[in-house]
């Protein structure tokens, strides 16, 4: 890929500042499954506000390490530091009340329901009403759907899915179906955001524009992104800092360009420089 | 183009969130609901009202309740049966135990009974899935109907085990259960009570509860992830699904039939009910109440419409007829269209708006 | 086939021949369907009213039942003049129904037995014999066995557990309490494939001295194999009379020779209907019930169809020679006297015994006989026993009284 | 634009011929959605063609709708025909096509979840007679392109990450010897050295071997490097098609799916205007 | 009543040898699941089709061991039918789908078995012993143990079956994903022939046994309902699970009939099978034997 001009948009991000107080830390993170070691004794944290991109080859352990992170797979060692606490591991249900949310790199979408039900699934855990209410609807239910129907509008024309909002999402393209999971992400207005490939199985140039969602959301919303992708170019050009695994080990972390001069990691990843 | 959408704006969310978007549906709903109310109690002789009317009524509730838990929530249950034995027996055992109370409030309360039984034996669903949950709530059908049947306290010591509802008036004179409730007034009571139903259900499951079950259906790890808890998601499925079958099943033995015994409501109950929603299609309240017309239309025009073209079958032919038909038109259905008739009847509504032109 | 028209006595006939039962519900029906036929052709109807019928399947299914019922009523030039459920549970669901409509319910050797008393229940008739009649009789035929005492024997009832199959519960109960016998219950749960552990407690654990037995469908030659593999002897099984006919023993082969069970209608192609039936059915191509002619059942079948039609007669009697109202047939009923001579005249010569009912005791003091299975064949292994109806009608009262108090039925006075 | 007259860039370059030629094909999803609106094109004997096109052009359905994986989807070929090797194939069962050397990596992946990785390459060799040695030797040839799978091949497949897992299809693919591979989206999900290698065991199995390649991708990049003919879908039409050299120095495909402006490439962080999807209009 | 060690291990010896008997009909099940990914509510329907096909050719006159070739034959005919009707035009179709149109399946089974065949009741007597037999002072019975043997016969002709690594992959494959299965070559149609098939000589053996015990007739569709919870305790999976699962229904329903029965008033087993089965779940969700559920993300 043409490396010549990503150097001048790096310029204009000065990366390693951006972030701000870590907001979230790994230490020590061993995880196994039978015989695998998906991850072995990886630390890292995350700082507030940045684009954190991890990356390494396939089976690194990179989605592993997301699911650590939202408590889905609980390691077996390690320790997570989460809004002053440390905790063994996460759980699922708390991660998301905390604003952690997340899209799957198997799209994990609610196949049966249309593009506006998923995105209001989203907003569930900001919904108050009870059983009666819900029952009755109209009246004070009524009133919070489209409260939240309102937020949600909002996302949906940020991302440009109007057209598909009362389609089940079974039938849409792939990358649609990417883009309306991170609607449903974002619909939780979440403070931090893992993205699990997010940009695979796109083109160029709905690549360009899933990069404008995540600067946006990351630069209007201050929300914090840890991102997983394979696409160099967009790693390159969009993150803060780069965390590199290998095989389960944390072999970089650093600005992009630390990373990307790293001859281990071009070893092991990259191949060739990018 | 007969049925259309195009100039009909939406200015608020309000309206577009409406349960018939569209006016025409609208106006079809109000038609139905018009004759429903005011002309078939005119018109139908009492064979149609206590034969088809008021049992397709009470499955189309069955059906709604099983829905919600099969067709939204995705859990799939053969325990239809137990949980209207437990409606049916509750509210045997309160009117019986409690003569004043009035019969609105008996048939709620059993509703509640059936909640609670449903959500003791949803419990396991939290870790049994799919096929294995619906082998698993067999349990609860047999263990259920076991013990209505066994003990006599379920039925007031009768020594045939069989209940019998006692007539009880809704308001003054207005008998709705007992040998003195008139099929009219039976079938006034059961439509306007289904239809009250239906519209909590389809308010349901169009807010933040219907959702929630939804997305455990579609695919229980994200809606875990996106903080859906699926314990809470499940039980409330189940909870809620079981208090419209205890009530059907209340109103099964109170309206329909007037005497039950517990294996009224075995394990094939649990499967004609399962049938509807299948050909009604899942996760459809609309199609909880077409299939319920099907499965028990079916068979009674089978019966009779030979009769009425002086075709002289024997009822054993009828009889295997239905089956294969019945098994037929299942596979037929499924191949057409695996959503049900809901579907079929959301397409034929689309290429109602697309017509003349095919796509 | 049944033809509906006008100026005929309109019959429907519920019936099961599909499904688990049919093989019971089969003969059944054909006993009906073949009377009515031979009284069409052979007495060109009764007194000239021409019968007719026509039938629905209820695959011994109570909802199914309820809807033939309510099809069905209205039917024939005069709606129905009497429905037989053919099972206990629709009887039960229909009683209430019927009486409002004014359509006698012929439950005839099943059903509720407190029915029998015609004033609480004007509309139900059990003729010839209960359940608890039935139970009454099998414990005489057993103390006959026993030389007269049952101190200290121990009986065990098998049943199906269903309404049904708790009829006899209570009165084995009482007189257990009067004759000194102890009783064990083993409720089989529906269809009863599978009875090993209850046989095992049977026939290893409690070894009881008698088994009673009260099945149906393929819970009977389940029993009866299961019976024969723990070794339990056969001549000390007694069924009720629905568990005791060609399809209950044939399926279980040799095994069943020795098999006892009660009954109310006669055995066998001996009485002169069934050459009347043979000469003016079979031979000119009509009647329907050749396959299962002379079993159990089919004769159970000619027998009902034949105490319905005598309570046709009676009504007419009073009514006149025209299709009559289920009102009028119930009249018929109640006055219905079937002395031998009837019998005779009809062809049911041995097919039953003297029935006479009244107002208030709709049974009409049938006898029941105990049959035994060689193989082949069933035979008489007793004589005629006369249910001890003096303590029974206390029973059937007192159980009749609490359901007119539970439904608000002042009962008729009888004494007029 | 109809496919008919959509723009030929460089008609020189088209084989004579055609291994695999499709003919005008409509496609109808679920009886309602026409999603392919008359689509051809030719894939010649030994050639690597690229199918391209945005997300829900329609990519994907041609590729099924080649292999016949598409009735399983409730979908239909409408009108017109395919051809492969001269004779027609529309209507075959899939696994015929298989035994012809027809064979589709399809999008998503698809592995035997509950088969183990090396049980999944076997099941690929399914319908192949020539004995036990010839297929043990294919695994090991296939395990030599991917060293990853060889590790995890005893593990689930349900388990492995999204990479081994489209590694794991695409092995599974080259067990049947095909002659053409109908490849869904190759380099999704894999890390970019992957992608490469990926691509030159397309380039030597297509020198070496003689296999034939159709390519959906959505990277276009990469696809239009290894590719000699292309194809531009849009919309379920064919809008635009010629040699991947001719392809790649097209305006518009250097704009839309090179993501070159005129200056060359542009950083990811510079696009800042998102509502500039030029269209050619179908 | 009382406890006595002999009548335990007579209760348990028969629990076991009638669980064998469920294995025989959970068999089929498992085939069709392992192989297809199917849950066949028809395999009920099957068995009675069967051994009605089997007794009607018997009854006809037709010498015993032609008339288990002409069932046979039926059986596979059978196979293909639903193949083309059914499977066919429903591929791909999540497991759901495909289970309802097995319902659907049943029903017309049930329709057309008694169409052809009548609904009577008809004995099958090919000649197996029905005696008691004493082994010290434990009662067994002959016919139990002949089924013993022909459920561990069965068993290992399939277990090989199933080794024979080509098909048996080739089966779990389009197990798991249909499409996937036909995109590498697996000829479906062929497959579903096949198991359906197999499943229908199993169905076949299955309705001669219980057929032979209970008679030929409609109830014999029944005892699917008598292998369900034998099926989920065992896995729905495994083939080896069928018998352990049956073995474990068997002794379980039975000893707690006789031994916790009286204290509950009796006919517990029916539920007390499905409990028993519903607890090993919740510590195993697919049961004692079957194959895991992946769940990841
Ligand atoms: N099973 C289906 N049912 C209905 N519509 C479908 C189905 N599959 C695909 N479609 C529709 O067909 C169109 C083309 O889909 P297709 O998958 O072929 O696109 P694609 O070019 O491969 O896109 P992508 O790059 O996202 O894979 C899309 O609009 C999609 O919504
Ligand atoms: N639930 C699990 N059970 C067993 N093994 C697992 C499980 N989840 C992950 N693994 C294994 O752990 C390793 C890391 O997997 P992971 O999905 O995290 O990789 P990844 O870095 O995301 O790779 P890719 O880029 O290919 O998606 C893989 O080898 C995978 O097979
Ligand atoms: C023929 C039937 C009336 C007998 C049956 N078992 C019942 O009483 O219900
Ligand atoms: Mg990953
Ligand atoms: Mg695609």
């Given amino acids: 890929m043409a490396e010549a001009d990503s150097a001048l948009a790096q310029t204009l991000a000065p990366a390693p500042q951006r972030g701000g107080a870590p907001v979230l830390r790994l230490t020590d993170i061993e995880l196994g499954f039978g015989g695998v070691k998906a991850i072995n004794k990886v630390s890292f944290e995350v700082r507030k506000g940045e684009i954190l991109a991890i990356i390494g080859p396939n089976g690194a352990g990179k989605s592993s390490m997301l699911n650590v992170i939202n408590g889905f797979y609980k390691p077996q060692l390690g320790t997570i530091e989460f809004q002053g606490r440390t905790l063994r591991a996460m759980d699922p249900n708390t991660a998301a009340k905390n604003g952690i949310a997340r899209t799957f790199q198997n799209i994990a979408l609610f196949k049966g329901m249309s593009t506006l039900d998923n995105l209001m699934t989203g907003r569930l855990l900001k919904m108050k009403r009870g059983l009666f209410w819900q029952a009755l609807y109209w009246g004070p239910a009524q009133k919070e759907e489209l409260e939240h129907r309102e937020a949600v509008e909002k996302i949906i024309d940020f991302l440009e899915i109007q057209a598909v909002r009362r389609t089940p999402v079974g039938r849409l393209p792939y990358g649609l179906q990417k883009r309306v999971e991170l609607g449903r992400a974002l619909a939780m207005e979440p403070d931090i955001l893992l993205l699990d490939e997010p940009m695979a199985g796109m083109n160029v140039e709905e690549k360009e524009d899933m990069c404008r969602f995540i600067l946006e959301v990351n630069q209007e919303f201050g929300t914090t992104i840890v991102l997983i992708e394979h696409d160099m170019g967009v790693v390159m050009d969009i993150s803060d800092r780069v965390v590199v695994l290998d095989y389960g080990v944390k072999i970089a972390d650093g600005t992009p360009d630390e990373v990307r001069a790293n001859q281990r990691v071009i070893d092991a990843y990259l191949g060739v420089s990018h | 183009m007969i049925y259309r959408e195009a100039g009909q704006f939406k200015t608020s969310y309000a309206a577009d969130q409406a349960i018939f978007p569209i006016r025409l549906d609208r106006w079809g709903m109000l038609v139905t609901l018009f004759v429903a109310f005011f002309v078939i109690p005119v018109v139908a002789n009492e064979y149609w009202l206590l034969s088809i009317l008021v049992p397709f009524l009470v499955f189309s509730l069955a059906a709604i309740g099983l829905n919600i838990l099969t067709g939204y929530a995705g859990q799939l249950s053969l325990g239809t049966g137990g949980f209207m034995a437990c409606g049916a027996f509750a509210a045997y055992k309160l009117s019986t135990a409690f003569p004043e109370l009035n019969i609105l409030i008996v048939f709620l309360l059993s509703g509640g009974v059936a909640a609670a039984v449903g959500v003791l034996f949803g419990l396991p669903s939290l870790r049994i899935k799919g096929f294995y949950l619906a082998v698993a709530t067999l349990a609860a059908q047999f263990f259920l109907i076991w013990m209505f049947n066994k003990f006599g306290w379920f039925n007031n010591y009768s020594p045939s085990g069989v209940i019998s509802a006692p007539p009880r008036a809704l308001f003054g004179d207005f008998y709705v259960t007992g040998a003195s409730a008139s099929p009219v007034a039976k079938y006034l009571f059961l439509l306007g009570f289904v239809a009250v139903m239906a519209l909590i259900a389809k308010n349901l499951t169009r807010c933040k509860i219907g959702r929630s079950w939804m997305a455990i259906r579609d695919m229980d790890i994200a809606a875990e992830i996106i903080g859906i808890r699926p314990l809470m998601a499940k039980l409330s499925a189940f909870a809620i699904s079981s208090f419209f079958i205890g009530i059907a099943g209340a109103m099964w033995a109170f309206i329909y039939t007037g005497s039950v015994e517990a294996l009224a409501f075995d394990i094939n109950r649990s499967f004609q009910v399962l049938f509807m929603i299948i050909i009604g299609g899942l996760g459809s309240i609309l199609g909880s109440f077409l299939g319920a017309a099907f499965i028990v239309l079916l068979p009674i025009l089978l019966n009779n419409v030979p009769g009425l073209i002086g075709w002289q079958i024997p009822v054993d032919m009828i009889a295997h007829l239905e089956f294969m038909i019945f098994g037929a038109l299942i596979i037929f259905f499924l191949i057409v269209e695996p959503h049900g008739l809901a579907r079929l009847w959301q397409i034929a509504k689309e290429k109602m708006r697309l017509w003349p032109f095919p796509y | ?416 | 634009m109809t496919s008919a007259t959509a723009e030929r860039l460089d008609a020189a370059t088209e084989p004579a011929g055609a291994l695999l030629s499709v003919n005008n094909i409509e496609v109808i999803y679920d009886h309602v959605i026409l999603v392919l609106k008359g689509v051809s094109l030719e894939v010649p004997q030994g050639g690597i063609v690229a199918l391209l096109g945005a997300n829900g052009a329609g990519k994907s359905t041609t590729l099924k709708s080649i292999s016949n994986l598409l009735r399983a989807e409730r979908g239909e070929v409408t009108k017109g025909s395919v051809h492969f090797d001269g004779t027609r194939i529309d209507g075959l069962t899939p696994d015929a096509l298989v035994r012809m050397g027809v064979i589709q990596v399809m999008e998503g992946r698809h592995c035997f979840e509950h088969l183990t990785v090396e049980e999944n390459l076997l099941t690929g060799a399914y319908t192949r007679k020539e004995g036990r040695q010839a297929i043990a030797d294919d695994l090991e040839l296939v395990y030599h392109y991917f060293p990853r799978l060889k590790e995890r091949r005893t593990s689930l497949a349900g388990y492995t990450s999204g990479g081994e897992q489209q590694m794991c299809a695409i092995g599974r693919a080259l067990m049947s010897r095909p002659k053409i591979i109908l490849l869904d989206e190759p380099s999704m999900g894999l890390a970019p050295q992957l992608v490469e290698q990926i691509f030159e065991i397309v380039k030597q199995l297509n020198e070496k071997e003689g296999v034939s390649f159709l390519l959906a991708e959505q990277n276009t990049n990469v696809a239009l490097r290894y590719a000699h003919f292309g194809y531009i879908l849009e919309n379920g039409r064919i809008v635009l098609d010629g040699a991947a050299d001719a392809l790649r120095n097209n305006e518009d495909v250097k704009e839309f799916y090179l993501g070159l402006s005129g200056a060359g490439r542009k950083s990811f962080r510079d696009v800042k205007q998102y509502r500039r999807r030029k269209r050619w209009l179908g | 009543m009382f406890f006595s060690w002999p009548f335990f291990f007579e209760v348990l010896i028969g629990g076991l040898l009638s669980g064998v008997m469920y294995s025989l009909v959970a068999l089929g099940f498992v085939l069709i699941f392992k192989a297809s990914g199917v849950f066949n509510f028809a395999q009920g329907a099957m068995v009675l089709f069967a051994a009605l096909t089997l007794v009607g050719f018997i009854n006809m006159g037709v010498p015993v061991p032609l008339a288990i070739v002409i069932a046979i034959i039926v059986m596979i005919l059978l196979a293909y039918a639903v193949e083309r009707a059914v499977l066919r035009p429903l591929v791909n179709q999540p497991p759901i789908i495909l289970f309802m149109a097995t319902i659907g399946i049943t029903f017309f089974i049930d329709g057309f078995g008694q169409t052809l065949w009548g609904s009577d009741v008809y004995a099958l007597d090919i000649g197996i012993p029905n005696q008691p037999l004493f082994f010290g002072d434990i009662l067994v019975n002959s016919f139990d143990l002949v089924a013993a043997v022909v459920a561990g016969v069965l068993v290992a002709v399939l277990a090989v079956f199933f080794q024979k690594t080509r098909i048996g992959r080739a089966l779990r494959a389009v197990a798991d994903d249909h499409q996937a299965a036909m995109s590498v070559g697996i000829p479906l149609r062929v497959i579903w022939v096949i198991v359906w098939s197999v499943a229908g000589l199993v169905a076949l053996v299955a309705g001669i046994m219980w057929g032979s015990k209970l008679g030929v007739q409609f109830s014999l569709a029944l005892i699917a309902l008598k292998a369900l919870p034998v099926l989920i305790l065992g896995g729905f999976t495994s083939i080896p699970g069928a018998i352990i699962g049956g073995l474990i229904i068997g002794a379980g329903e039975k000893l707690a009939e006789v031994f916790i029965g009286p204290f509950l008033a009796g006919a517990i087993e029916d539920w007390f099978a499905y409990m028993l089965a519903m607890l090993v779940l919740l510590f195993r969700p697919q049961g004692l034997f079957g194959e895991k559920i992946i769940e990841r993300v």
């Fill in chain 3, 1 to 416: 086939a049944p033809i509906v028209a006008k100026a005929e006595q309109f019959i429907p006939l519920l019936v099961y021949r599909t499904g688990p039962y049919a093989p019971s519900g089969i003969p059944l029906a054909n006993g009906f369907v073949d009377y009515f036929e031979l009284i069409n052709a052979r007495d060109g109807g009764v007194n000239g009213v021409k019968i007719s019928w026509e039938e629905c399947e209820t695959s011994y299914n109570n909802d199914r039942g309820v809807e033939c019922y309510e099809r069905l009523k209205k039917q024939g030039a005069t709606g129905a003049s009497l429905v037989n459920p053919y099972s206990t549970g629709i009887t039960y669901a229909l009683i209430e129904r019927a009486t409002a409509d004014k359509i006698p319910v012929f439950s005839m050797g099943y059903g509720r037995a407190d029915a029998t008393i015609g004033s609480v229940f004007p509309y139900v008739f059990t003729a010839p014999a209960t359940y608890w009649a039935g139970a009454d009789a099998i414990i005489q035929y057993i103390q006959a066995q026993e030389k007269g005492s049952l101190k200290g024997k121990k009986i065990a009832l098998v049943y199906h557990d269903s309404a049904y199959g708790k009829e006899p519960i209570a009165t084995l109960q009482a007189l257990g309490k009067q004759e000194g016998y102890s009783l064990n219950l083993f409720p089989v749960a529906h269809p009863g494939l599978e009875q090993k552990a209850t046989w095992l407690q049977i026939g290893r654990q409690l070894r009881p001295d008698w088994v009673i037995m009260w099945g149906w469908g393929v819970m009977n030659a389940t029993a009866i194999k299961e019976a024969a593999a723990v070794g339990f002897p056969m001549e000390k099984f007694i069924g009720i009379w629905w568990s005791g006919s060609e399809a209950d023993v044939k399926p279980a082969g040799a095994a069943a020779k020795g098999y006892k069970s009660a009954q109310f209608t006669g055995t066998g192609t001996g009485a002169p209907i069934h050459a009347q039936i043979r000469e003016q059915l079979y031979a000119k191509n009509m009647g329907i019930g050749k396959d299962t002619f002379g079993e159990v059942l089919y004769n159970r079948g000619l027998v009902n169809a034949a105490i319905a039609v005598e309570a046709i007669r009676t009504a007419q009697g009073k009514f006149g020679n025209k299709p009559l109202t289920g009102e009028q047939v119930q009249w018929g009923f109640e006055n219905l006297n079937m002395t031998q001579e009837v019998i005779d005249k009809l062809g049911l010569t041995g097919l039953m015994s003297p029935i006479k009912l009244s107002c208030n005791d709709h049974e009409g003091g049938g006898a029941v006989v105990i049959q035994q299975w060689d193989g082949k064949n069933w035979n008489y292994v007793s004589d005629f026993i006369n249910p001890r109806r003096e303590m029974l009608t206390k029973m059937y009262e007192a159980s009749a009284m609490q359901y007119a108090k539970e439904k608000n039925i002042t009962p008729r006075d009888c004494k007029m």
